[in-house]
């Protein structure tokens, strides 16, 4: 039985930790928040409920959404109607159920800040209420932010997304994404079940925080959306480039992130949950088989090369133009036309199409035009060029 310290209690952490204590592990968690709200529409697709049943098997209150509607730039208008939901929980209330079944599990789980470490010794050190310990690994899970990178860089100004955000007393039945023009990200509001999670998110290296603000409270405004009793937040999330997925050291002799921490989420929707619970599930049983070093292959196995995809056409899908018109505003025509088109977005939002197979599905299915337009936000042509990560790994 190996002592196994993990910083950090959100899914990634908490995911982590239940994986290694169910393997006979002596599992400590750290945090100094525990389960808190954050600056995200907290929505969890079909995939991950797939994978993880549990999400959508339980009395914790949620809410299960159908029916999304893009916004263009020119206020265009399309409507996508899944049939496989996409599953929301406040961040409060995910957490909090991840960490319960973690100390189910038996993870002890303490609501402390870690303030420093130290992987240089055949143990890795910690210092947690001023007082400094030690353990046989360490699981960095504290966020994209963490300064806790033994051996590793921290994320840089273009790795990284700002997003900011109301927590709004209201309800709705749909998930609403709004584009800007020339802008890296997107205004959402996604639904949860006692209020609305209203945000912004954009690239760190393009926009401020003060033109993010200007671009959600004309969207509040113009859509009446009450945020007098509302709570405002604001955070910084990773937004991967491609080298960062490639190159960055996610895993030592004695220590690994997993998570935001790691950079685990996708840049072009800003999904994270998924790849943060799946990441901590693979760190957990590589541990828990005494084989650090397999983490970073099961990774690039199981979600890494879908991540690497989509930082290759990010700034394509949000800056490009095609046929004179941007990207989005062209997308949501498209979406207005077209059933065939209508049922792939559909498909990739709720989490049931991945990226590296739709050129397979989409050649011969659609219109000349709309095959180009989806052959040109891909770049097929590049990609295709670009090395693929192994996927003769075999994943637990």
Not at 301 to 315: H, M, N, P, Q
Request: aromatic residues 10%; glycine residues 8%.
């Amino acid at each position: 039985m190996s002592k196994i310290t993990i910083v950090g209690g959100g899914p990634s952490g908490a995911m982590c930790g239940a994986e290694l204590a169910r393997g006979g592990h002596e599992v400590q968690i750290f945090d100094e928040h525990l389960a808190w709200e954050k600056p995200c529409g907290g929505g969890l697709t079909h995939k991950a409920i797939l994978k993880y049943p549990f999400l959508a098997e339980n009395s914790y209150p949620k809410k299960f959404i159908h029916s999304v509607e893009l916004i263009a730039s020119n206020d265009q208008r399309a409507t996508l109607e899944m049939p496989n939901p996409i599953v929301i929980y406040s961040r409060r209330v995910l957490n909090g159920m991840l960490l319960e079944r973690a100390q189910a599990a038996g993870c002890k789980v303490q609501q402390s800040h870690v303030t420093s470490v130290d992987t240089t010794g055949a143990k890795p050190r910690y210092c947690v209420e001023g007082e400094w310990q030690s353990s046989d690994f360490l699981v960095l899970a504290a966020g994209a932010r963490n300064h806790l990178l033994p051996e590793t860089r921290a994320l840089q100004k273009d790795e990284l997304e700002i997003t900011q955000g109301y927590f709004i007393p209201a309800v709705a039945d749909s998930i609403t994404i709004k584009f800007l023009p020339h802008f890296d990200g997107y205004i959402w509001s996604f639904p949860r079940c006692d209020h609305l999670s209203v945000g912004i998110c954009g690239s760190m290296a393009s926009h401020n925080s003060s033109e993010l603000r200007a671009h959600l409270q004309t969207f509040i405004q113009k859509h009446d959306i009450p945020v007098e009793n509302g709570q405002f937040y604001s955070h910084v999330l990773p937004s991967p480039q491609e080298r960062t997925l490639q190159q960055r050291t996610v895993v030592g002799k004695n220590w690994a992130l997993v998570g935001d921490a790691a950079a685990w989420v996708d840049p072009l929707t800003g999904e994270g949950l998924f790849y943060a619970m799946r990441s901590g599930e693979l760190l957990g049983k590589a541990l828990a088989e005494g084989k650090p070093e397999v983490y970073s292959d099961w990774v690039g196995a199981a979600f890494a090369s879908e991540l690497e995809f989509a930082a290759r056409i990010v700034r394509r899908f949000y800056r490009g133009t095609f046929l004179g018109t941007a990207v989005t505003t062209r997308m949501v025509q498209f979406l207005r036309r077209s059933p065939v088109f209508r049922q792939l977005m559909a498909d990739i939002f709720s989490g049931t199409q991945d990226y590296t197979s739709l050129k397979q599905r989409i050649m011969g299915h659609m219109g000349m035009t709309l095959t180009e337009f989806v052959s040109s936000v891909l770049n097929f042509e590049s990609n295709a060029r670009a090395k693929a990560r192994p996927r003769s790994v075999p994943v637990p």
